[in-house]
């Protein structure tokens, strides 16, 4: 296991799970002290596991389960998909794919922008970029692998 300032120091003291700061001087028994979790997925045989920082109560409640990443509430979109599955999905076999819909052109320029930057924290060793296409009445967000 590594040492809990090696993977702060990396992650930017951003907790990988709900995306807020961790404060690297509270207790590791405090709920929003720091902590080191696994990651997102089991690594194939013989692989590393991706060690990221977490806080203690998002580590304790994601338990030995796939997380869920939400999406922002500021963000006007609707039928998001489930971000972990979709990162897990993509990293495996590429592509593209629609992650969510919404009404207007700035709703999916702002929920573009949103993603790319969660991503960046989220899946750091994943290159991902976004479109936004009209369809239906509505703008189509996609996220594609680089």
Excluded: Y
Excluded at 42 to 68: M, S
Excluded at 104 to 117: E, G
């Amino acid at each position: 296991m590594s040492n809990l300032t090696a993977v702060g120091d990396r992650d930017s003291w951003r907790c990988w799970l709900c995306d807020e700061p961790v404060d690297p001087d509270a207790s590791v028994n405090s709920d929003r002290g720091p902590s080191v979790d696994l990651g997102m997925a089991k690594p194939k045989k013989g692989a590393p596991a991706v060690e990221r920082l977490a806080h203690r109560a998002c580590n304790t409640r994601k338990g030995a389960v796939t997380p869920v990443v939400p999406w922002s509430p500021d963000l006007f979109v609707v039928d998001p998909a489930p971000i972990v599955a979709t990162v897990e999905r993509l990293g495996r076999k590429g592509g593209r794919e629609v992650v969510a819909r919404c009404p207007s052109r700035q709703d999916a320029d702002a929920a573009a922008a949103w993603l790319v930057d969660r991503l960046s924290r989220f899946a750091p060793d994943r290159a991902f970029t976004t479109q936004v296409e009209p369809g239906g009445g509505q703008f189509l967000l996609v996220l594609r692998t680089a």
